[in-house]
């Protein structure tokens, strides 16, 4: 009867050893899984927010682009400045340039000048003030139709035959169209000058 409980209780000691060696097999087996279910959901999760956060970037960057760019065009736009040039009845447009010169020059504007000829090639008369020319090059090239101020001497010189590089001559814009109405003219003359 002893051997027979003897037995028994290692019988049922080894059956409870067995379940406690499975359980801690399979509590193991449960963190690990556990921890690599954690450890894939993180990954996933940090897959997704840097997905996102790129998907976010890109379209914010799509977003921006094109109000940076239309920014920079609305920056770069310019208010054109017209002029209407009028000699005894005659009239012709002319476009000025950005530069502070012509600024300047239009800000002076309406204007009677009295025009006279110099050397053959252009149209000359004095401003009533010298114009900015900080942002201008210190010289240029004329060409037929161009409004230009030559520095040294203060005056609006418009040309009808191209001239090379000049050193003081300020670009100021040039005539829309033909220059006839003011090459037709002899002598001196009054050139009446407005803004558009």
Do not use: C
Request: hydrophobic fraction near 40%.
């Amino acid at each position: 009867m002893k051997k027979f409980l003897f037995a028994a209780v290692l019988v049922i000691l080894a059956i409870g050893l067995i379940f406690i060696v499975q359980s801690t097999s399979s509590n193991n087996s449960a963190i690990s899984s556990a921890d690599f279910s954690s450890v894939s959901n993180s990954a996933t999760s940090l897959t997704e927010s840097s997905i996102e956060s790129s998907s976010s970037g890109d379209v914010t960057e799509e977003t921006l682009l094109p109000e940076t760019s239309s920014s920079l065009v609305n920056s770069q736009e310019v208010e054109e400045m017209k002029i209407v040039l009028t000699v005894a009845g005659e009239s012709q447009t002319a476009t000025l340039n950005n530069s502070a010169a012509a600024r300047d020059f239009y800000a002076l504007l309406p204007l009677d000048l009295t025009m006279e000829d110099y050397a053959q090639s252009e149209k000359i008369a004095d401003l009533p003030q010298t114009l900015d020319t900080s942002d201008s090059p210190a010289g240029t090239a004329a060409e037929v139709g161009d409004l230009t101020m030559f520095e040294p001497w203060g005056n609006l010189a418009i040309f009808y035959r191209s001239i090379g590089y000049s050193n003081g001559l300020i670009l100021l814009g040039s005539l829309d169209g033909e220059i006839d109405f003011l090459t037709n003219q002899t002598g001196d003359f009054i050139l009446s000058i407005r803004q558009a």
